[in-house]
């Protein structure tokens, strides 16, 4: 299995402008997590799926964070319009039931 | 909230030695563990899931504890190389108890140790 893949890697951009992040989990998984990771405040959970429907959005931090996932195998990010504060490492994490999160590389985002 | 701690924040070590890193959580009630391993850059690897069930879990020159009464972890590392420098995080279900059986499933972390291996 190719594990988590997140795209795109890097992504540098200016204020004001829509980020989309996005997020393919190991096939099988049911669970699939987005967590912000920043150097203040370390890795918080911004919201997560079980099937396909969100469970928990309370990590988003604002209205300008949205997140779907149509299908199984896909689930992005929008950042709507972007702020300098938003820059930070995105990892997309996903599971079976409640059994080990397998973690993607993350997508480092800047906002200048 | 749970909420969990690692100490120490950062470790250096000589090449060969063995060593511990320590993870407490507020809330015993948990009902698993993990430890992750994260490079500079770098996504997190998983590295030990540890059941509420279980004491402890090895892999390779790695061994993980749990001792859920007293709301603690430690990884144990043998032998250490300096491949095994990287930062070290533990995670807990953010929620706990019946709330967790009823779907929450998502991690809360430490803020890690970072460990370097000198050769």
């Known amino acids: 299995d190719a594990g988590v893949i997140q795209s795109p890697r890097h992504e540098v951009t200016e204020m004001g402008q829509e980020v989309t992040l996005r997020c393919k989990p190991i096939?099988?998984?049911?669970?699939l997590f987005w967590y912000r990771q920043t150097m203040m405040r370390g890795l918080e959970l911004l919201i997560y799926?079980?099937?396909?429907?969100?469970?928990?959005d309370s990590g988003m931090p604002e209205d300008r964070f949205s997140a779907k996932m149509p299908n199984a195998s896909f689930s992005n990010l929008k950042i709507q319009p972007s702020e300098p504060r938003d820059s930070a490492v995105y990892f997309c994490a996903s599971s079976f039931y409640s059994n080990e999160q397998f973690f993607g590389p993350g997508t480092r985002l800047t906002v200048l | 909230k749970q909420e969990v701690t690692q100490i120490p924040a950062a470790l250096s070590v000589p090449e060969g030695e063995n060593l511990v890193l320590n993870c407490s959580f507020t809330?015993?009630?948990?009902?698993?563990l993990q430890w992750f391993r994260q490079d500079p850059g770098k996504g997190l690897t998983s590295l030990l899931l540890i059941q509420s069930s279980q004491r402890e879990q090895t892999s390779g020159r790695l061994n993980a504890s749990l001792d859920k009464s007293s709301g603690r972890s430690t990884l144990y590392i043998a032998a250490s190389q300096p491949g095994d420098s990287a930062t070290y995080l533990c995670?807990?279900?953010?929620?706990?108890?019946?709330?967790?059986?009823?779907?929450?499933?998502?991690?809360?972390f430490g803020s890690g140790t970072r460990l370097q291996v000198q050769p």
């Open positions: 096939s099988g998984h049911d669970y």
């Open positions: 799926f079980n099937n396909n429907v969100p469970i928990d």
């Open positions: 809330d015993s009630a948990i009902y698993n």
């Open positions: 995670a807990v279900p953010m929620d706990t108890g019946r709330s967790a059986r009823r779907g929450r499933r998502a991690l809360t």
